[in-house]
Structure formats: structure tokens, C-alpha cells
């Protein structure tokens, strides 16, 4: 198992932020398949920033990626800065059918970054064009 990050969960391209309670934010996460992903790896696509609790979400692909090798949708271990290959998902699926589920809408803010994962559920082969695209709406609460 290998863990792939987006740039959202290296740190490159920050989380956006609400700077008031209720306002939603959107953060278009996505990954760029640029190296074959296999059964078992886990992508982090998307961070969810401190004090904030999701409100919708979306998992979407493009250039011939299959949805169908997407499997569960989870919070992961650790923090998204962390680079440790030993993280792993932990808690309920937050995504059903490529939309957040009634699971994801119950997780409480927290007062640290969390990184959300897609643990690969075929292999996907590295092609140009390929990416996984997820949006992310939350509010601050």
C-alpha cells in the first residue's frame, strides 16, 4: 500500500478557510493519476481545516479514470502534513455513490486538520489526462 497525496494534502495548494460561522467553502480537490495506483493505495485527496464540519461533497473523474476503482471514502489517520506511509483510513465511509452520505454530514469539527482518503479499489494505470477530482463543501461551526 502506498499513500498518494493531492496537493491539497501536501501542503502546496492550502484548504480555504471560513472566516465566519455557517459560510461555506468549496475546495476542489483533486490527484492526477501521473503514476499507476494499485489495489490497497490510498489517495489523499482533500483536508478539512480546523473547526469545520462538512456540508456536501463530490467524487468525480476525467481522461479515463473509472469511478468504479474508487473505493471507500474515509478520514484518515494522522495529520494531511504527515508523509507516513502507515496512515490509514479510520471510521465510517463518508462517500456513497460519488456524493457525501448521512455519515459524513454527522462528523463533528475537530481542532486539527484531517485528510480524506480513497483507498484504491482496482488498480489504475498512469495515463495523460487521468485525474480524480473531489469537491469538498464545509462551513466552519
Given at each position: 500500500?502506498?499513500?498518494?497525496?493531492?496537493?491539497?494534502a501536501l501542503?502546496?495548494?492550502?484548504?480555504p478557510t471560513?472566516?465566519?460561522?455557517?459560510?461555506?467553502?468549496?475546495?476542489?480537490?483533486?490527484?492526477?493519476?501521473?503514476?499507476?495506483?494499485?489495489?490497497?493505495d490510498?489517495v489523499?485527496i482533500?483536508?478539512?481545516p480546523?473547526?469545520?464540519?462538512?456540508?456536501g461533497?463530490?467524487?468525480?473523474?476525467?481522461?479515463?479514470?473509472?469511478?468504479?476503482?474508487l473505493?471507500?471514502?474515509?478520514?484518515?489517520?494522522?495529520?494531511?502534513?504527515?508523509?507516513?506511509?502507515?496512515?490509514?483510513q479510520?471510521?465510517?465511509?463518508?462517500?456513497?455513490d460519488?456524493?457525501l452520505?448521512?455519515?459524513?454530514?454527522?462528523?463533528?469539527?475537530?481542532?486539527?486538520a484531517?485528510?480524506?482518503?480513497i483507498?484504491?479499489?482496482?488498480?489504475?494505470?498512469?495515463?495523460?489526462?487521468?485525474?480524480?477530482?473531489?469537491?469538498?463543501?464545509?462551513?466552519q461551526g
Open positions: 500500500m502506498a499513500l498518494k497525496k493531492s496537493p491539497y501542503g502546496t495548494k492550502p484548504a471560513s472566516c465566519e460561522a455557517a459560510h461555506l467553502v468549496v475546495q476542489r480537490g483533486f490527484y492526477v493519476v501521473g503514476t499507476a495506483l494499485a489495489i490497497g490510498i489523499e482533500a483536508v478539512i480546523p473547526y469545520h464540519y462538512l456540508v461533497a463530490n467524487v468525480y473523474v476525467e481522461g479515463g479514470a473509472a469511478l468504479a476503482s473505493g471507500d471514502v474515509k478520514l484518515l489517520t494522522g495529520t494531511p502534513d504527515d508523509p507516513d506511509a502507515g496512515r490509514v479510520t471510521g465510517d465511509v463518508i462517500i456513497t460519488a456524493k452520505n448521512d455519515a459524513g454530514r454527522l462528523i463533528k469539527p475537530a481542532d486539527s484531517r485528510g480524506i482518503g483507498l484504491m479499489a482496482a488498480a489504475e494505470a498512469a495515463a495523460a489526462g487521468k485525474v480524480i477530482h473531489f469537491d469538498l463543501v464545509y462551513a
